[in-house]
């Protein structure tokens, strides 16, 4: 069931999230053990230089279909006069409020999700969808937990916690 959804990604991403799948536990270790790392920032900013710079987001698309980015106020304010609506209609149409008090879609893929892949609100898009996978963000021990779960979202993601493996095990031996 869980790879159903994998089934229209390119090869090697559908690869990639089936064997985060299949080592998440091991993964979910790894990861949230890096906390102590003081290399920890630089070692996932050059990975997310390096896997980035070959990965084609739009044949992927994967975030966009399975997750939901948070709508922060001024996100939904941008958006909402981008489209010629008022908040509370975006509101009202698109979004609800999840337990933690934030803006989610109401649907999965996201409803501004076009057939080719490509955002229909690209120039306007929430924030989080910017930053997404926040691989590059400064202080990445503040979001480790975070980023495992994206080993299971995103292969660019995965295909990093696998690169970070590799040479964390290069080293010790
Ligand atoms: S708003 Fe655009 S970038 Fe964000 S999840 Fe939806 S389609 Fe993807
Ligand atoms: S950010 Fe990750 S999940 Fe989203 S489209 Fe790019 S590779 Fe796919």
Redesign the pocket.
């Known amino acids: 069931m869980i790879f159903s959804q994998f089934m229209m990604l390119p090869d090697k991403a559908k690869k990639l999230l089936a064997k985060a799948v299949q080592l998440r536990k091991e993964n979910k270790k790894f990861v949230l053990g890096l906390y102590k790392r003081k290399d920890l920032d630089k070692m996932f900013h050059s990975e997310h230089e390096r896997v980035f710079e070959k990965t084609d987001c739009l044949a992927c698309?994967n975030?966009?279909k399975t997750t939901?980015?948070i709508f922060r106020d001024v996100d939904i304010e941008r958006i909402s006069k981008h489209l010629g609506m008022k908040p509370a209609q975006l509101i009202d149409q698109h979004l609800h409020l999840d337990s933690d008090q934030d803006y989610v879609?109401n649907t999965s893929?996201?409803?501004?999700?076009g057939d080719d892949n490509y955002?229909?609100?690209?120039d306007v898009?929430?924030r989080?969808?910017r930053d997404y996978p926040h691989t590059d963000r400064k202080n990445m021990m503040g979001i480790l937990e975070l980023t495992y779960h994206n080993t299971l979202v995103c292969p660019a993601v995965a295909e990093m916690v696998e690169n970070i493996k590799k040479a964390v095990d290069q080293k010790k031996s």
């Open positions: 698309a975030c966009c939901s980015p879609l893929p996201c409803t501004f999700l955002c229909r609100i690209y898009r929430p989080a969808c």
